[in-house]
Protein backbone atom coordinates (compact mmCIF):
# COMPACT_ATOMS: atom_id res chain seq x y z
CA UNK A 1 0.00 0.00 0.00
CA UNK A 2 0.93 3.01 -1.19
CA UNK A 3 0.96 6.14 1.75
CA UNK A 4 1.60 9.16 0.27
CA UNK A 5 2.39 12.57 2.09
CA UNK A 6 1.42 16.08 0.83
CA UNK A 7 2.98 19.34 2.33
CA UNK A 8 0.97 22.58 1.77
CA UNK A 9 3.82 25.64 2.00
CA UNK A 10 3.45 29.12 0.96
CA UNK A 11 5.36 28.82 -2.84
CA UNK A 12 4.74 25.04 -3.55
CA UNK A 13 2.69 22.35 -2.65
CA UNK A 14 4.64 18.86 -2.78
CA UNK A 15 4.15 15.57 -2.13
CA UNK A 16 5.72 11.65 -2.82
CA UNK A 17 4.51 8.22 -1.10
CA UNK A 18 6.83 7.86 1.33
CA UNK A 19 8.75 5.12 2.65
CA UNK A 20 7.79 4.63 6.32
CA UNK A 21 10.27 2.13 7.63
CA UNK A 22 13.32 4.65 6.43
CA UNK A 23 11.32 7.90 7.43
CA UNK A 24 12.10 9.24 3.45
CA UNK A 25 10.48 9.59 0.42
CA UNK A 26 10.24 6.70 -1.64
CA UNK A 27 10.07 8.43 -5.12
CA UNK A 28 11.65 12.06 -6.05
CA UNK A 29 8.72 14.26 -4.85
CA UNK A 30 7.05 16.16 -7.37
CA UNK A 31 5.85 19.78 -6.86
CA UNK A 32 3.43 21.96 -8.38
CA UNK A 33 3.40 25.71 -7.17
CA UNK A 34 1.26 27.03 -4.81
CA UNK A 35 -2.11 28.84 -6.49
CA UNK A 36 -2.51 32.79 -5.26
CA UNK A 37 -5.16 33.01 -4.21
CA UNK A 38 -5.04 29.33 -2.09
CA UNK A 39 -8.64 29.01 -1.61
CA UNK A 40 -9.28 25.82 0.06
CA UNK A 41 -11.01 24.56 -3.97
CA UNK A 42 -7.57 25.50 -6.20
CA UNK A 43 -5.35 23.66 -3.07
CA UNK A 44 -7.46 20.97 -3.55
CA UNK A 45 -7.19 21.02 -7.47
CA UNK A 46 -2.97 21.06 -6.48
CA UNK A 47 -2.83 17.97 -4.12
CA UNK A 48 -4.88 16.21 -6.11
CA UNK A 49 -2.59 17.03 -9.30
CA UNK A 50 0.48 15.89 -6.81
CA UNK A 51 -0.84 12.94 -5.79
CA UNK A 52 -1.91 11.86 -9.75
CA UNK A 53 1.23 11.98 -10.78
CA UNK A 54 2.67 9.47 -9.07
CA UNK A 55 -0.28 7.05 -11.05
CA UNK A 56 0.31 4.69 -8.08
CA UNK A 57 -3.12 2.67 -6.37
CA UNK A 58 -3.26 5.12 -3.73
CA UNK A 59 -3.48 4.33 -0.32
CA UNK A 60 -4.35 6.65 2.65
CA UNK A 61 -2.66 10.46 2.15
CA UNK A 62 -1.38 12.80 4.95
CA UNK A 63 -1.30 16.48 4.23
CA UNK A 64 0.03 19.54 6.04
CA UNK A 65 -1.54 22.54 6.46
CA UNK A 66 -0.28 25.58 7.51
CA UNK A 67 -2.49 26.51 10.42
CA UNK A 68 -4.47 25.00 13.67
CA UNK A 69 -6.68 21.57 12.21
CA UNK A 70 -9.00 20.14 14.26
CA UNK A 71 -10.39 16.97 13.47
CA UNK A 72 -9.07 17.92 10.51
CA UNK A 73 -11.34 21.13 10.12
CA UNK A 74 -8.94 23.71 9.18
CA UNK A 75 -8.95 26.62 12.14
CA UNK A 76 -6.85 29.11 11.76
CA UNK A 77 -5.06 30.83 8.62
CA UNK A 78 -2.57 32.86 9.16
CA UNK A 79 -0.48 32.52 5.83
CA UNK A 80 -3.22 31.38 3.75
CA UNK A 81 -6.68 32.40 2.03
CA UNK A 82 -8.94 32.98 5.33
CA UNK A 83 -11.48 30.72 3.42
CA UNK A 84 -10.11 27.99 4.88
CA UNK A 85 -11.14 28.76 8.45
CA UNK A 86 -13.91 26.46 9.05
CA UNK A 87 -13.39 23.86 6.41
CA UNK A 88 -13.64 19.97 6.75
CA UNK A 89 -10.27 19.82 5.00
CA UNK A 90 -9.99 15.91 5.26
CA UNK A 91 -13.75 15.55 4.23
CA UNK A 92 -13.05 17.77 1.33
CA UNK A 93 -9.76 15.96 0.14
CA UNK A 94 -11.13 12.36 1.09
CA UNK A 95 -14.44 13.27 -1.05
CA UNK A 96 -11.90 14.38 -3.83
CA UNK A 97 -9.08 11.92 -3.63
CA UNK A 98 -11.21 8.79 -3.26
CA UNK A 99 -8.70 8.06 -0.33
CA UNK A 100 -8.96 8.76 3.38
CA UNK A 101 -6.90 11.60 3.86
CA UNK A 102 -5.71 13.23 7.15
CA UNK A 103 -4.65 16.62 7.81
CA UNK A 104 -2.35 18.02 10.35
CA UNK A 105 -0.50 21.17 11.28
CA UNK A 106 2.94 21.75 8.99
CA UNK A 107 4.92 21.74 12.12
CA UNK A 108 3.10 19.29 13.95
CA UNK A 109 3.65 17.05 10.57
CA UNK A 110 7.77 18.23 10.46
CA UNK A 111 7.92 17.20 14.45
CA UNK A 112 6.88 13.76 14.18
CA UNK A 113 8.98 12.62 11.92
CA UNK A 114 11.90 14.65 13.53
CA UNK A 115 11.31 12.84 16.42
CA UNK A 116 10.82 9.20 14.60
CA UNK A 117 14.01 9.60 11.98
CA UNK A 118 15.59 12.82 12.86
CA UNK A 119 17.12 15.06 15.37
CA UNK A 120 14.59 14.42 18.37
CA UNK A 121 14.62 10.70 17.96
CA UNK A 122 15.09 8.70 21.27
CA UNK A 123 14.72 11.85 23.37
CA UNK A 124 11.92 11.43 26.17
CA UNK A 125 11.88 14.41 27.67
CA UNK A 126 9.89 17.62 26.50
CA UNK A 127 11.12 18.54 22.81
CA UNK A 128 10.25 21.53 21.04
CA UNK A 129 10.42 21.04 17.10
CA UNK A 130 10.20 25.12 15.53
CA UNK A 131 10.14 25.54 11.77
CA UNK A 132 11.15 29.22 10.70
CA UNK A 133 9.71 30.45 7.00
CA UNK A 134 6.88 32.31 5.96
CA UNK A 135 5.83 32.11 9.77
CA UNK A 136 6.72 30.32 12.80
CA UNK A 137 5.61 26.59 13.39
CA UNK A 138 5.52 24.42 16.36
CA UNK A 139 5.63 20.87 17.50
CA UNK A 140 5.38 20.13 21.35
CA UNK A 141 6.42 16.67 22.38
CA UNK A 142 6.69 14.89 25.96
CA UNK A 143 7.63 11.38 26.46
CA UNK A 144 7.72 10.94 22.72
CA UNK A 145 4.09 12.04 22.16
CA UNK A 146 2.91 15.48 20.07
CA UNK A 147 0.74 18.21 22.07
CA UNK A 148 -1.13 19.07 18.64
CA UNK A 149 -1.40 22.40 17.34
CA UNK A 150 0.33 24.29 20.10
CA UNK A 151 0.73 27.53 17.42
CA UNK A 152 4.28 29.33 19.71
CA UNK A 153 5.06 31.24 16.74
CA UNK A 154 2.08 33.58 17.72
CA UNK A 155 3.26 34.38 20.99
CA UNK A 156 3.49 37.65 21.97
CA UNK A 157 7.56 38.66 22.13
CA UNK A 158 7.92 42.60 23.13
CA UNK A 159 4.44 43.57 21.73
CA UNK A 160 4.80 41.57 18.75
CA UNK A 161 3.26 38.74 17.75
CA UNK A 162 6.34 36.50 17.80
CA UNK A 163 6.43 35.15 14.01
CA UNK A 164 6.54 38.67 12.53
CA UNK A 165 9.37 39.69 14.17
CA UNK A 166 11.74 35.96 14.33
CA UNK A 167 10.41 34.06 11.50
CA UNK A 168 12.88 34.13 7.99
CA UNK A 169 10.48 35.93 6.37
CA UNK A 170 10.91 38.71 8.92
CA UNK A 171 14.54 38.54 8.30
CA UNK A 172 14.32 38.84 4.37
CA UNK A 173 11.81 41.68 5.00
CA UNK A 174 13.83 43.81 7.34
CA UNK A 175 16.71 42.25 5.79
CA UNK A 176 18.50 41.65 9.15
CA UNK A 177 22.14 40.38 9.11
CA UNK A 178 22.53 36.57 11.16
CA UNK A 179 23.62 38.49 14.17
CA UNK A 180 20.55 40.29 14.39
CA UNK A 181 18.28 37.75 13.78
CA UNK A 182 19.71 35.38 15.71
CA UNK A 183 19.21 38.21 18.60
CA UNK A 184 15.58 37.92 18.20
CA UNK A 185 15.50 34.00 17.66
CA UNK A 186 17.56 33.72 21.25
CA UNK A 187 15.03 36.06 22.58
CA UNK A 188 12.26 33.96 21.41
CA UNK A 189 13.59 30.96 22.29
CA UNK A 190 14.03 31.94 25.92
CA UNK A 191 10.64 32.91 26.04
CA UNK A 192 9.52 29.29 24.77
CA UNK A 193 11.90 28.09 27.78
CA UNK A 194 10.77 30.17 30.54
CA UNK A 195 7.06 28.40 29.68
CA UNK A 196 7.70 24.86 28.95
CA UNK A 197 11.96 23.98 29.73
CA UNK A 198 12.29 21.70 27.50
CA UNK A 199 15.34 19.67 27.32
CA UNK A 200 16.11 20.17 23.37
CA UNK A 201 14.76 22.71 20.32
CA UNK A 202 14.94 21.77 17.05
CA UNK A 203 15.57 24.35 14.85
CA UNK A 204 13.80 23.45 11.19
CA UNK A 205 12.23 25.23 8.46
CA UNK A 206 14.67 26.23 5.15
CA UNK A 207 16.90 27.99 7.89
CA UNK A 208 18.35 24.71 9.01
CA UNK A 209 20.49 24.36 6.43
CA UNK A 210 22.33 27.31 7.32
CA UNK A 211 22.84 26.25 11.46
CA UNK A 212 25.99 27.30 11.56
CA UNK A 213 25.23 30.59 10.27
CA UNK A 214 23.31 31.17 13.60
CA UNK A 215 22.83 28.70 16.11
CA UNK A 216 26.73 29.67 17.32
CA UNK A 217 25.29 33.61 17.68
CA UNK A 218 22.09 32.11 19.98
CA UNK A 219 22.55 33.24 23.43
CA UNK A 220 20.71 33.27 26.89
CA UNK A 221 18.99 29.84 26.29
CA UNK A 222 19.81 26.81 28.63
CA UNK A 223 18.53 24.00 26.50
CA UNK A 224 20.38 22.11 23.69
CA UNK A 225 19.74 23.97 20.45
CA UNK A 226 19.81 21.65 17.38
CA UNK A 227 19.37 21.85 13.29
CA UNK A 228 16.07 19.55 11.91
CA UNK A 229 17.55 17.00 9.88
CA UNK A 230 15.28 15.69 7.68
CA UNK A 231 14.78 19.36 6.41
CA UNK A 232 13.11 18.97 2.74
CA UNK A 233 10.91 16.43 3.15
CA UNK A 234 9.90 16.71 7.08
CA UNK A 235 6.30 17.49 6.47
CA UNK A 236 5.75 14.54 3.36
CA UNK A 237 7.02 12.29 5.88
CA UNK A 238 5.28 13.15 8.89
CA UNK A 239 2.12 14.23 6.84
CA UNK A 240 2.22 10.32 6.13
CA UNK A 241 2.82 8.80 9.46
CA UNK A 242 -0.09 10.48 10.19
CA UNK A 243 -2.04 8.96 7.80
CA UNK A 244 -0.64 5.66 8.82
CA UNK A 245 -1.62 6.07 12.42
CA UNK A 246 -4.95 7.02 11.22
CA UNK A 247 -5.79 3.84 9.44
CA UNK A 248 -7.78 3.06 6.35
CA UNK A 249 -10.93 4.60 8.02
CA UNK A 250 -12.69 8.02 7.84
CA UNK A 251 -9.41 10.10 9.01
CA UNK A 252 -9.12 12.60 11.51
CA UNK A 253 -6.14 14.44 12.96
CA UNK A 254 -3.87 12.73 15.41
C1 LIG B 1 0.65 29.17 11.69
C2 LIG B 1 1.06 27.79 12.16
C3 LIG B 1 2.03 27.19 11.17
C4 LIG B 1 3.20 28.12 10.95
C5 LIG B 1 4.16 27.59 9.90
C6 LIG B 1 1.89 30.01 11.51
O1 LIG B 1 1.52 31.28 11.07
O2 LIG B 1 -0.21 29.80 12.62
O3 LIG B 1 -0.07 26.96 12.27
O4 LIG B 1 2.48 25.95 11.65
O5 LIG B 1 2.76 29.39 10.55
O6 LIG B 1 3.53 27.44 8.67
Redesign the pocket.
Known amino acids: MNVFGVDI??SGIKGAPVDLERGDVAEERFKVLTPHPATPEAVTDCVQQVVRHFGLPVGPVGVT?????VNGTTR????ISKHWIGQDAAGLLTERLGTPVTVL????AAGLAEMAFGAGRGRTGTVVVL?F???????VFSGGRLVP?T?L??LELQGHDA?TRA?TRAKETEDLSWSRWAKRVGRYLAHVEMLLSPELFVIG?GVSRKAEKFLPLIEGVSAEIVPARLENNAGIVGAAMAASAAGPGPAAAP
Not at 65 to 69: M, S
Not at 105 to 108: E, L, Q
Not at 133 to 139: C, L, P, V
Request: proline letters at 3%; aromatic letters at 4%; glycine letters at 26%.
Open positions: GGYPGVVTAANNDADTGTGIGSANEGHESG
